[in-house]
């Protein structure tokens, strides 16, 4: 254990990692049964869940990794 104090504690980093795959596999569903949204939506729907989705998913992964929780 790295000494921390605060944070999120390793079980709340799991349940984020797990919700970002939930997430990102309804985000992948969604597009391959709808299709690639045209426009705003492509920037809305793609760029901002799949950057919400994946930047938490890598970032709980990360913290886990180098068990850096409290």
Same mark, same amino acid.
């Given at each position: 254990?790295?000494?921390?104090?605060?944070? !999120?504690?390793? *079980? &709340?980093?799991?349940? %984020? $990692?797990?919700?970002? =795959? @939930?997430?990102?596999? #309804?985000? #992948? #569903? $969604? @597009?391959? /049964? %709808?299709?690639? !949204? &045209?426009?705003? *939506? /492509?920037? &809305?729907? =793609?760029? =901002? $869940?799949? #950057? /919400?989705?994946? *930047?938490?998913?890598? /970032?709980?992964?990360?913290?886990?990794?180098?068990?850096?929780?409290?």
């Amino acid at each position: 254990m790295s000494g921390r104090k605060y944070g !999120p504690t390793r *079980g &709340e980093l799991v349940f %984020r $990692a797990c919700f970002s =795959v @939930v997430g990102l596999c #309804a985000l #992948a #569903a $969604a @597009v391959v /049964l %709808r299709g690639l !949204p &045209e426009g705003p *939506g /492509l920037i &809305e729907v =793609v760029g =901002v $869940a799949g #950057a /919400l989705f994946g *930047g938490t998913l890598v /970032l709980s992964l990360w913290k886990l990794l180098k068990r850096d929780h409290p």
